[in-house]
């Protein structure tokens, strides 16, 4: 509606200057006068409520876009962000969204708009005067060729700015959050001089040049539209062919059609913009979850009893084997510990339990069942798991502890406070558990930020408790008093305890050795220690340590 009262402006426009040629009554000059203020009024009403609603429109895409897009990071696994560096997936998910709404609010829009007044206007044009509107429209195919031209450019060229951009955000993100090292290796310029060579790149790689030269040549092209007009109309007014409101009625639509020549432009590069994005993203939308549940899966039993069984597991991180052939029983409700090298794929073991990862080949079963009949939700609610590489979010102690917990009571959380050995910390703290304690936890120690992930832990009342080196950071004595605490605690579950510490394994059911991602050894404290090897001389050499800090 809105294009077809701007197409009509001009007509009431020849009609107003014909009349007022011809000495026509003020009151029907009046009346011409009234009906272009009101169709003006009008019209602006309209593109008014055409704006608001297709940019509504487009936030609405938007919000919908980047929910599925968050919703779909959420569901996959570590062999994603594996392969994926965080400054892209979080440069897909602002800059590459936001160009998507950009390409549908205002590109559909600009592009319905100028499209429909192209239409209008020069119908009404040809009907006017046919062989004056084809001499204004003789530059339209070079407008046409330009556009196709440097669409293609704008879109590999955008293609290869977002990856610049994600390469920046990637290094920022990473400089940020291992500031402190930065720091301690005095590599702050350094990092500086990295920075601005990726933003160098970026800025040598932008749009600037592209439309630098594509937005001046389409302003010369309508420029040249202007004067055609006014050569040949001016020629045919001077010969009586075309009325002075005629005239005027041309160059008022050329007007109009200045701004839908040049925005083809601009709505191009949206949508060639939008579009690069859109694959970009529909990337990650198009990723399948690694670990999902099957089609029907199994439910989980009320009683669980906790029975872990790895069958001939097997697992490579691209070329290198992270196990081999691993048969190992835990019986339901025992302690197992497991020691080894770095590197012998203790964590990696771990995680199959909660399906972190799944073996290839070889299975993992609960309770004799393989862990991939179950959903993963379902099976991890079942878990506390406590990794070797402690993360905090930006909230408050009590948030990070109850993280998963919605329905924990302040009893509830007291309680996990004080089996983790961390009451008399928060006690130090100036708003005790409300504290934040920043991104990552920056604000706590390594023993405070073991401790809380294992407040976090056990407030899951979890069947299966999986400690991945979690006494790593705090000091012996802290150490004991967790282990005391967590012995009533550990009493009835499946438990797995991953540490370098004799000290903390040795009282373990069975204590397993790995070495290269294979079972060398396993048994108790005392079976171990007299076979020898790897777990004998770990006990005689964290003796030794003992004696020397006490000498």
């Known amino acids: 509606m809105k294009d077809l009262l701007g197409a009509a402006l001009p007509l009431v426009i020849r009609a107003g200057i014909d009349g007022l040629t011809a000495h026509a009554a003020l009151e029907t000059l009046f ?23 297709l940019i509504s429109i487009s936030r609405d895409i938007e919000f919908d876009l980047r929910n599925d897009l968050f919703a779909r990071l959420m569901t996959l696994d570590g062999s994603f962000y594996r392969r994926t560096r965080t400054g892209d997936v979080l440069a897909r998910a602002t800059n590459d969204t936001n160009a998507v709404r950009m390409m549908l609010g205002p590109g559909i829009m600009y592009w319905f708009e100028t499209s429909l007044t192209l239409v209008l206007a ?20 070079l407008i046409s060729i330009a556009v196709l031209y440097f669409g293609r450019r704008i879109h590999e060229r955008f293609q290869s700015i977002q990856e610049q951009f994600s390469g920046i955000s990637s290094r920022v993100q990473e400089s940020f959050s291992g500031v402190r090292v930065v720091r301690a290796y005095v590599e702050e310029r350094q990092e500086l001089k990295r920075f601005e060579q990726l933003n160098r790149d970026y800025i040598d790689e932008n749009l600037a040049k592209i439309s630098g030269l594509f937005n001046p040549l389409l302003q010369a092209l309508v420029g040249i539209s202007f004067l055609l007009v006014l050569w040949m109309g001016g020629t045919r007014l001077a ?24 925005a083809m432009g601009w709505v191009a590069n949206l949508m060639e913009r939008g579009k690069a994005s859109l694959e970009r993203v529909r990337a990650v939308l198009r990723e399948e979850p690694r670990i999902a549940a099957p089609a029907n899966p199994q439910p989980l039993p009320k009683l669980v009893a906790g029975e872990i069984e790895f069958r001939n597991v097997t ?65 991890r609610s079942l878990i506390g798991y406590v990794p070797q590489e402690t ?26 406070v004080e089996i983790a050995g961390l009451t008399s910390d928060i006690e130090g703290f100036p708003k005790g558990l409300d504290t934040i304690v920043g991104e990552r936890g920056i604000t706590l120690s390594g023993g405070q930020k073991q401790r809380t992930a294992i407040a976090r832990a056990l407030l899951r009342d979890p069947r299966i408790l999986i400690l991945d080196d979690a006494l790593a950071s705090v000091d012996t004595a802290t150490e004991e008093r967790i282990l005391t605490g967590l012995a009533d605690v550990m009493r009835g579950r499946t438990t797995i305890l991953i540490s370098h510490r004799v000290s903390t394994i040795q009282g373990a059911d069975k204590i397993v050795v790995l070495e290269k991602g294979e079972v060398a050894a396993q048994g108790t404290h005392a079976e171990l220690l007299a076979r020898g090897g790897y777990y004998a001389e770990l006990v005689e050499k964290q003796l030794l340590e003992e004696e020397l800090e006490s000498a």
């Not at 497991?338 to 399906?355: D, E, F, M, N, W």
């Open 391 to 416: 993360f905090l979010f930006s909230a408050t102690l009590r948030e990070n502890i109850a993280f998963g917990v919605a329905s924990a009571s302040d009893e509830d959380i007291a309680r996990a």
């Open 122 to 141: 020069v119908g009404v044009m040809l009907w006017v005067d046919w062989p004056l509107t084809l001499v204004a429209l003789a530059p339209a195919p």
């Open 239 to 262: 010969a009586h062919k075309i009325s002075i409101g005629s005239f005027v009625m041309f160059n008022t639509y050329m007007g109009i059609l200045v701004w839908p020549m040049i």
């Open 31 to 53: 009346l011409w006068a009234g009906l272009l203020v009101g169709l003006s009024a009008i019209k602006g009403l309209f593109q008014y409520w055409m704006r608001v609603i």
């Open 315 to 379: 697992l490579n991180y691209g070329d290198r084997q992270a196990l081999r052939g691993i048969n190992l029983t835990i019986p339901a409700g025992t302690t197992v510990a497991i020691v080894g090298h770095t590197g012998s794929g203790k964590t990696t073991l771990a995680q199959l339990v909660p399906r972190l990862m799944d073996p290839q080949p070889g299975s993992v079963t609960l309770d004799g069942v393989d862990l991939k009949e179950f959903d993963p939700r379902e099976l």
